[in-house]
């Protein structure tokens, strides 16, 4: 069972993101802030959930969450300043739109920046510890998959419904095919002549 909270006499936040390995599309993060008396037998790290668990659960968190918010930081910012400022900046615009400010951030990872000078703990695999945390995962996982799913409607060709463009062998035979779209990550190097699509 996820342990409920870092601090029981704080509001806390947890935090993580979604896609930061991914070849393509924006990074996604979330941000949520769940009563201290939450639990849910299946929450857990999104890794852990096939896509039916996370789908069930998402308006669960959603309706249960004292507050929660989802933002996204696009491919053109994500290719000038990086991956992992990226992640971290998508963590800042959630925590910006949570209608109450917490007065701690549960952050998974090893590393981050602070937001605003709230004290904040960084976790590694925290998504498997913490229900907020995890809560965070499962957000930014669904909400992630679901603009992916957007973006396939217009390029069906890199298999975005399955592998949510993630680097599988898939995707990068489909990239090797048709060449980079306007949604990949061209600071990847994902392939050593990185061509353009012609559309």
Not at 4 to 22: H, I, L, M, N, Y
Request: aromatic residues 8%; glycine residues 6%; charged residues 20%.
């Amino acid at each position: 069972m996820l342990q409920s909270s870092f601090q029981t006499q704080v509001t806390e936040a947890g935090c993580d993101e979604a896609g930061r390995g991914c070849y393509a599309g924006p990074v996604f993060a979330a941000a949520v802030i769940l009563p201290k008396d939450f639990q849910h037998p299946i929450l857990n790290d999104s890794k852990q959930l096939n896509e039916k668990q996370r789908d069930a659960l998402r308006p669960i968190i959603e309706k249960e969450a004292i507050g929660w918010a989802v933002a996204a930081v696009g491919v053109e910012e994500i290719d000038q300043i990086n991956i992992l400022k990226s992640s971290w900046k998508a963590m800042h615009l959630a925590i910006a739109q949570l209608p109450l400010l917490p007065e701690l951030l549960l952050i998974d990872g090893n590393r981050f920046t602070a937001f605003n000078n709230i004290p904040h703990h960084c976790i590694v695999k925290g998504d498997g510890i913490y229900a907020s945390i995890a809560a965070a995962s499962v957000l930014a996982k669904t909400h992630r998959d679901e603009y992916m799913l957007t973006l396939h409607q217009q390029f069906p060709q890199y298999g975005w419904h399955n592998n949510k463009g993630y680097g599988t062998a898939e995707h990068r035979k489909a990239i090797e095919k048709y060449g980079l779209c306007e949604h990949h990550r061209k600071s990847f190097n994902i392939l050593p002549q990185q061509l353009e699509l012609k559309l």
